[in-house]
């Protein structure tokens, strides 16, 4: 039974979420709540399918699985591989985000809508989990409209005129978005006649170098930086993540930017390859300059805002530059020599999910406890709220790198991917910036502990436990995995996924 699951895993962990999603209207019939149980269920069965697929990863390499037995590039693949294994993270921290979720949506908006909840957040999901694991360019767009239409309609769901402007600003980016990604697809179907990403990898091979070629993955990689809320493409995300319920914006700033992410890796390492005929270095280039006005823009407008989700979001800006940098380090001519800036990139985008899960939803007690959001209006919460505002003070140290936390790694492998590429500007950049991060977030921890309540009533305390337990899991995991797990990770996972990628042999 076991091994019949397996083989079918890649395939199991997607209709789980798109079959629960469809389903939830109905359960939710019986009794409204039910549909908070019936998506845990969904979410827990796709994450032991996803437990499978990467034990078998783990033992064996790479899982083909072809819809119907139809093998490429007639049929549609799905591919589990190590960039497939991001799949992983998103339905572990699916689940711990749910649990919390409970209890903040029945306060956030009214029974009636929670079924539509649960069934846009499987949607997100099944749309992520798509995205990562498909082996056919054109499913990963359909997979990206999948979780970009949850994601819009989410952050809306309250129903505020403030939400609704912010759903319509993230609309409007994404539809661009989306725009470019399709004509990038058509271009390159235009060049291979194909879809599947193994065989279009072959034919590009093949075919060497054309104008068509070239467009095709600038249409692709400028619409997955807007999807990553790259710099200056980033004006949607701020409102889209400060003004959605926090569960949703956790799932959006740990998440579904980084989905953004695996397409640029998708297409320029997966398909493209870089020891290809087509020459990336102008392009990476010009990635890592975009990726330091990132860094630096993202940590100068957190520095100025007084609204504590605001300043999270912002921050999520300036971390994705982190992430782009590392890729825009790699050296086309020395792919060997450029493992610590992919090794970065991939860290941190594991990272970045666990930490700012960790901060939004820290950041959601507090302003479900007390209905304030403004740092002036926060004095002293710190008092009133210890345990959640440690937890917030360890998601702090650990997104601006402190040793000993898991952000300090992901810095750490960036950095000295720009000492390995020898551009000693952009590790003086991303040291800046780290200076910037620390600066707001000191402001925070100052104001949280150190000032004098004003604004607080004496009825103000912890969260309920179903928020708690969710919110301490994130911190210890921040920092056991800083301090005990970085390095078999690094061995295990983020190692072979960095030479995957770079083609180099494992």
């Known amino acids: 039974m076991t091994t019949y699951l397996t083989s079918h895993s890649p395939v199991l962990m997607e209709i789980i979420f798109l079959a629960g999603a469809a389903l939830t209207p109905i359960i939710s019939l019986i009794r409204k709540k039910l549909a908070f149980w019936w998506a845990l269920i969904v979410s827990t069965l796709g994450f032991y399918f996803c437990m499978l697929a990467a034990a078998e990863l783990y033992r064996s390499g790479p899982l083909s699985y072809y819809l119907g037995g139809w093998r490429p590039p007639y049929g549609i693949e799905i591919k589990f591989d190590y960039l497939g294994a991001f799949a992983f993270l998103i339905l572990l921290l699916n689940i711990i985000i749910m649990v919390y979720s409970k209890k903040y949506m029945e306060h956030e908006i009214s029974e009636d809508k929670l079924p539509i909840y649960y069934t846009l957040v499987l949607l997100l999901v099944g749309g992520m989990v798509g995205v990562t694991i498909t082996?056919?360019?054109?499913?990963?767009?359909?997979?990206?409209?999948?979780?970009?239409?949850?994601?819009?309609?989410?952050?809306?769901?309250?129903?505020?005129?403030?939400?609704?402007?912010?759903?319509?600003?993230?609309?409007?980016?994404?539809?661009?978005?989306?725009?470019?990604?399709?004509?990038?697809?058509?271009?390159?179907?235009?060049?291979?006649?194909?879809?599947?990403?193994?065989?279009i990898s072959l034919k590009l091979q093949q075919y060497g170098a054309s104008t068509t070629a070239y467009v095709a993955v600038a249409a692709l990689i400028i619409g997955f930086t807007v999807k990553a809320a790259m710099f200056p493409v980033h004006i949607w995300l701020p409102d889209a993540h400060g003004l959605a319920p926090s569960p949703v914006s956790a799932l959006l700033s740990g998440l579904v930017i980084k989905i953004g992410i695996v397409g640029i890796l998708r297409i320029v390492f997966s398909i493209y390859r870089i020891a290809g005929p087509i020459n990336f270095s102008y392009l990476l280039d010009v990635l890592a300059w975009f990726a330091t006005a990132t860094v630096i823009f993202g940590a100068f407008f957190a520095f100025f805002q007084d609204d504590l989700k605001i300043i999270l979001a912002y921050s999520s800006v300036s971390n994705?530059?982190?992430?782009?940098?590392?890729?825009?380090?790699?050296?086309?001519?020395?792919?060997?020599?450029?493992?610590?800036?992919?090794?970065?990139?991939?860290?941190?985008?594991?990272?970045?999910?666990?930490?700012?899960?960790?901060?939004?939803?820290?950041?959601?007690?507090?302003?479900?406890?007390?209905?304030?959001?403004?740092?002036?209006?926060?004095?002293?919460?710190?008092?009133?709220?210890?345990?959640?505002?440690?937890?917030?003070?360890?998601?702090?140290?650990?997104?601006?790198?402190?040793?000993?936390?898991?952000?300090?790694?992901?810095?750490?492998?960036v950095i000295n991917g720009a000492f390995d590429s020898g551009r000693l500007f952009f590790a003086i950049a991303m040291l800046v910036g780290a200076l910037m991060v620390f600066a707001y977030y000191i402001k925070i921890i100052n104001v949280i502990f150190f000032r004098i309540p004003e604004n607080l009533t004496a009825e103000v305390d912890e969260a309920p436990l179903s928020m708690l337990i969710p919110i301490v899991i994130l911190a210890a995991s921040c920092l056991v995995y800083g301090l005990f797990y970085i390095n078999p990770m690094i061995t295990n996972y983020f190692m072979p996924a960095a030479k995957s990628l770079l083609g180099l042999a494992m």
């Open 135 to 199: 082996g056919d360019i054109f499913n990963m767009f359909v997979f990206m409209e999948i979780l970009s239409l949850a994601g819009y309609s989410l952050i809306a769901i309250t129903e505020e005129r403030l939400n609704a402007m912010a759903s319509f600003k993230y609309l409007v980016m994404g539809a661009l978005s989306s725009l470019l990604l399709l004509v990038g697809i058509a271009f390159i179907y235009n060049v291979t006649g194909s879809l599947n990403m193994a065989d």
């Open 320 to 413: 994705i530059g982190y992430i782009l940098m590392g890729i825009g380090l790699i050296s086309v001519s020395n792919p060997a020599g450029s493992v610590n800036a992919m090794l970065g990139a991939l860290t941190h985008v594991a990272a970045h999910a666990i930490i700012k899960s960790l901060l939004f939803l820290s950041a959601g007690a507090i302003i479900y406890k007390t209905g304030l959001r403004k740092l002036n209006d926060l004095k002293g919460i710190g008092k009133k709220m210890p345990i959640t505002c440690m937890a917030l003070v360890i998601g702090a140290l650990s997104i601006t790198g402190v040793p000993g936390t898991v952000g300090f790694w992901a810095k750490w492998y």
